[in-house]
């Protein structure tokens, strides 16, 4: 028998909106075939990691990460200069985590200057979210892209219960948006449906269908993003194409096996270790499963997981 | 078509509270309508009912068929209240149809009552700890429901095999599944096993509006791979069956009239056949 | 093409002897067409049936064991392309590659390290299962006694032949031959020889060519000699090529029912970084690697591996279950509130970060109920007030707070009456109907 190789010719093609501007601005999405499957179709571009900061001190991250940033951390523009200057990052996600009510209550005019003052110091495309507070997101958000207004950023996240006045801003001010919904495939298509509804382009939407950690349900993500991609490529499903995001480093780094020392587990070994493989492997399998842009925090899990990329492409 | 209506249902708050107040009225009413409606059999599904089962169900038994001529449809997981039921059912109406047993161990011993009160029985295809993946799961699982009916000593004329709807915004993919498992028990025996299915489920969790479009659809898609009964709105599915020639017109591939009805069965269709990802809003794009 | 069971009961004997351990015909016909069971458990069946069930019922990609004992593993025997459809079945094995050039000292270190690799997962046990020997030495005597002492100091671990001289490699089968070691491998120049020492040792052999085309006929032409137990390796190493290249294979034999290529894959992942390598060897998992050959063994890097392999291979039909116990969420003390819930693992995981989101330190008592949501459970007759109270009963959760208050479910409200009846001394809340209620829920509560 001859071999042919089995190629699968899809209908359907991934959006791909670019965020940030200038010469610093990146593309993803684009592509007509499953994750990496060049042989099947074009690959136009590649998954983009973005550097996580926060615009308070991570006290709450483990110490294996928030060691790496302990210079840096305690203020948003030095962090976010760090990143760039020093990590070359591609893009930062900026979490506004002290807006939480528990965690500073932040007014949205605050977080608003952190935005301003972030953008004026950095050129890589910055991508913006709340602190996953419903109500307060609603408020933060609006504040957040009326200061990033002409800046081209990421938005997010609007879910079911908060994305109209979400929705209404990024539209206002031209950004891009991260439709975020929990691990169901069908709710990830009926708020992209409603999102749109309202008048905002696909084009300039994501999809969130929620991360999970290694170990922690990673396979609900890793089967929902195919589904995403297979509903996008094989049905051609149009509200389904937006590129996928997988915040992977806010679920990785609270997980048991990123925060346990040796010396209280000593059959899972270093510490230090673990953590970083625990979020490159968990980032690693997001991008096999589908996404186009992830969120990380460990440096050494960023340069491994670019490694993997250019191995990929 | 054997139409068993569903409303007599403790996931229903009227109902609910009827049989916690022991009211017969609301009951009756709802049995009547269903009857009326053009019912052939009447479902009292009483949940797992703990506590005092069995003088529950014999007493809704008696409440019902005092004002209904038809036979019942006992649904509960509990033996007692089923033995219970099946002692005060009155068999003038026709036989009684047990809701139901399956692969589950726990549920083996409801066979013996089937046997022992001369019942229908329906065996649901499904094991302990996890779903069926696809028609030939079911299908393996209807096989050991078959060989436990024939050593329990009912006949599988009496045995009902329920594949299971499950719903269609979660678990898209078993809509198709399900239909062709009715395709596959009724090869299993000649002559061919019985089916059933709780078919409102299809549409468990989906906005209202579209709920009748989806059971009367699905209802179509079964009828038409060989079902024999349903629980399922009685109302509904004497709407179904009028629309019946509408839905195998649009399925052959012929245009129809009302260009809304054409889209509306066109897109359902295409759900339940997994051609495109459900989604709330799927009528609306 | 493969036979429906209907299609199937019609070739068996039809009377329901029970000797297959199935109670009828149809019961067996039905596991034969899912490939669960061998046609070889019926005694009966007549020549002319098996004739044309063997061909119908033999898998799309064959499967069969490596190594003996309990720590064998099967490989092969995939159906699906996507986790989502059906189970993956048989788990990538993880394979430690060690050279012969090490000295004893070294060798009987990292044979150590493999042993000890086995840890406790949600219930499973975990392990690197195999060693790869590589004939890196180019001396026979060498390799000898490198797989001799291996193979005594690993009397129960799957072994991998890695050497391509027949010569060496013949004289290594004699040693573990028992054991079903996987030989490998079989290239376009040694093919004939190493075919002949796995058919006359009966262990499965590894085929290595450059590219899918090659690697065909280079199966077709051992499986002529007579060897059918083939692991096949198409030469991918780094990342591109292991998805592409996998992904074409399991393509081929699924959807294009390609005999030739219709095998389990061995990959050699191969890093010096070892967070590349797990990274690596992540992507042959969940891409149809069923061996997986990595360079190192540190514990870290095995608890991530291992998590990969078995979230991956989970059965999607079969929800994921988490452990029946109370869980103590933030720093819960003796007036923190007690939420109960099922261990449908999704449950869990959105009701405990619901919790932790609403900073209320909670207890959460997650309860046994196979794995069901609570609507399903309560159904099901899983989460019902008397099983609610005897769990919360025998966890002694009693001791843990002073307010003997449980909140449920607002989804079971209706059960709040029946669990106060039966849980003397206990006060019943209704909780929200969905997760996300729960933070302000709490913090009503808490303010």
């Known amino acids: 028998m001859s071999y042919v190789i089995p190629k699968e010719t899809c209908s359907g093609k991934v959006l791909s909106p670019d965020f940030g501007k200038g010469s610093k601005a990146v593309k993803i999405g684009g592509e007509n075939a499953l994750p990496f499957h060049s042989f099947d179709g074009a690959i136009p571009n590649k998954p983009v990691i973005a550097y996580e900061i926060q615009d308070i001190f991570p006290d709450d991250w483990p110490d294996t990460v928030k060691n790496q940033f302990s210079s840096v951390s305690d203020n948003a523009v030095k962090w976010a200069e760090y990143c760039q200057n020093e990590l070359k990052a591609q893009a930062i996600a900026l979490r506004l985590s002290g807006t939480h009510p528990d965690r500073g209550d932040r007014s949205p005019q605050d977080a608003a200057k952190t935005v301003k003052d972030v953008l004026a110091a950095i050129e890589v495309p910055l991508i913006i979210l709340g602190s996953n507070h419903m109500e307060k997101d609603a408020a933060v958000l609006v504040a957040a892209s009326e200061a990033a207004s002409g800046y081209n950023c990421i938005i997010g996240k609007a879910q079911e219960g908060n994305y109209k006045t979400i929705v209404a801003a990024a539209l206002a001010h031209n950004h891009k948006l991260i439709a975020m919904s929990e691990l169901d495939i069908n709710l990830a298509k009926q708020l992209n449906i409603l999102i749109t509804q309202m008048g905002f382009d696909k084009e300039r939407l994501l999809t969130d269908p929620m991360c999970s950690a290694l170990g922690y349900g990673i396979e609900y993500t890793y089967s929902v993003m195919e589904r995403i991609r297979l509903a996008a490529l094989m049905q051609n499903d149009a509200t389904m194409q937006p590129p996928i995001l997988g915040d992977v480093g806010m679920y990785v780094w609270k997980v048991k096996e990123t925060v346990a020392t040796e010396a209280e587990m000593s059959e899972w070994g270093a510490v230090a270790e673990r953590g970083i493989t625990w979020e490159a492997v968990t980032a690693t399998s997001m991008l096999i499963a589908g996404a186009n842009l992830l969120i990380m925090r460990h440096p050494k899990a960023v340069e491994t997981v670019n490694k993997v990329v250019e191995e990929l492409v | 078509m054997i139409i068993i209506g569903e409303k007599i249902s403790i996931i229903a708050k009227k109902v609910r509270e009827a049989m916690m107040k022991r009211d017969p009225l609301p009951l009756q009413e709802l049995a009547e309508r269903q009857w009326k409606e053009g019912a052939n059999m009447i479902d009292v599904n009483i949940g797992p009912a703990e506590d005092g089962g069995d003088e529950l169900m014999a007493w809704m038994v008696r409440a019902i068929q005092e004002k209904v001529p038809a036979p019942l449809c006992l649904d509960t997981t509990n033996y007692e209240a089923l033995e219970a039921g099946l002692k005060a059912h009155n068999n003038q109406w026709g036989r009684p149809l047990i809701n139901s047993t399956s692969n589950d161990p726990e549920r083996f011993s409801i066979l013996e009552l089937a046997a022992k009160y001369n019942s229908q029985i329906i065996g649901l295809t499904v094991g302990k700890g996890g779903l069926p993946a696809d028609a030939e799961e079911r299908a393996a699982i209807a096989a050991d429901i078959m060989a436990r009916a024939a050593e329990y000593g009912v006949p599988l004329e009496d045995l009902y095999l329920d594949p299971l709807v499950l719903q269609i915004a979660t678990s898209q993919d078993h809509a198709l599944k399900v239909i062709d498992a009715i395709k596959m028990f009724q090869e299993m025996n000649d002559p061919p096993m019985k089916t059933v299915v709780g078919l409102s489920n299809i549409s468990n969790g989906c906005p209202k509006n579209i709920r009748p479009i989806l059971n009367k659809y699905y209802f179509i898609m079964l009828m038409n791979a060989g079902l024999t009964a349903a629980i399922a709105d009685a109302q509904e599915m004497t709407e179904a069956i009028q629309e019946k020639k509408l839905v195998d017109d649009v399925l052959a591939g012929k245009k129809i009239d009302d260009a809304n009805k054409m889209a509306e069965i066109t897109k359902t269709l295409d759900v339940i056949m997994n051609k495109t990802l459900y989604a709330h809003s799927y009528l609306e794009m | ?447």
Not at chain 3, 246 to 263: H, I
């Open chain 3, 1 to 447: 093409m493969a036979l429906s069971g209907v299609e199937i009961f019609k070739l068996l004997p039809k009377t329901n002897c029970k000797k297959c351990g199935f109670p009828t015909c149809l019961a067996f016909a039905m596991a034969l067409a899912q490939g669960k069971v061998e046609l070889a458990k019926c005694p009966d069946v007549s020549e002319e049936s098996k004739k044309l069930l063997g061909a119908a019922s033999a898998p799309p990609i064959r499967m069969f064991p490596l190594g003996t004992g309990d720590k064998a593993a099967k490989v092969g025997g995939e159906n699906v392309l996507f986790r989502h459809d059906k189970k993956f079945i048989n788990p990538s094995v993880f394979a430690i590659n060690i050279k012969d050039t090490l000295s004893n000292d070294e060798l009987t270190k990292k044979v150590e390290e493999v042993i000890t690799s086995e840890i406790d997962r949600v219930g499973q046990k975990l392990r690197v299962d195999a060693i790869s020997i590589e004939f890196a030495s180019g001396n026979a005597q060498q390799y000898e006694s490198a797989v001799k002492l291996i193979s005594e100091k690993a009397p129960n671990t799957i072994i991998i032949l890695n050497c391509k001289d027949a010569s060496a490699a013949d004289a290594a089968v004699k040693i573990v031959a028992a054991r079903k070691p996987l030989l490998y491998c079989a290239t376009e120049e040694n093919a004939e020889a190493m075919a002949n020492i796995a058919k006359t040792h009966k262990v499965p052999l590894g085929v290595y060519a450059d590219g899918l085309a090659a690697l065909s006929s280079l199966t077709e032409k051992i499986k002529g000699i007579g060897v059918e137990d083939l692991v096949i390796d198409s030469g991918a190493k780094n990342a591109k090529g292991i998805l592409e290249l996998n992904t074409q294979v399991r393509r081929s034999a699924l959807k294009k029912s390609f005999k030739p290529l219709g095998y389990p894959i061995i990959n050699f992942v191969l890093r010096e970084d070892p967070v590349l390598e797990a990274c690596i060897a992540s992507v042959a998992v969940a891409k149809y690697g069923s061996i997986v050959v990595l360079n190192s063994i540190e514990k870290w890097k095995n608890l991530a591996l291992f998590t990969i392999r078995q979230n991956i291979y989970t059965d999607p039909q079969v929800p994921m279950q988490v452990e029946q116990k109370v869980y103590k969420i933030g720093e819960a003390t003796e007036n923190s509130p007690l939420l109960i819930t099922t261990n449908f693992s999704l449950t869990y995981f959105i009701v405990a970060g619901e919790v932790e989101n609403s900073k209320v330190p909670t207890w959460l008592a997650i309860m046994d109920c196979e794995g069901l949501s609570v609507l399903t459970a309560w159904a099901a007759g899983k989460f019902t007030a008397g099983k609610i109270a005897q769990f919360i009963k025998e966890s002694g959760v009693e001791n843990q707070v002073k307010n003997k208050e449980l909140i449920i479910p607002g989804m079971v409200a209706i059960l709040s009456g029946s669990v106060e009846d039966k849980l003397e001394g206990w006060k019943v809340t209704v909780g929200p109907r969905e997760a996300n209620a729960i933070p302000t829920f709490l913090k009503t509560r808490s303010a």
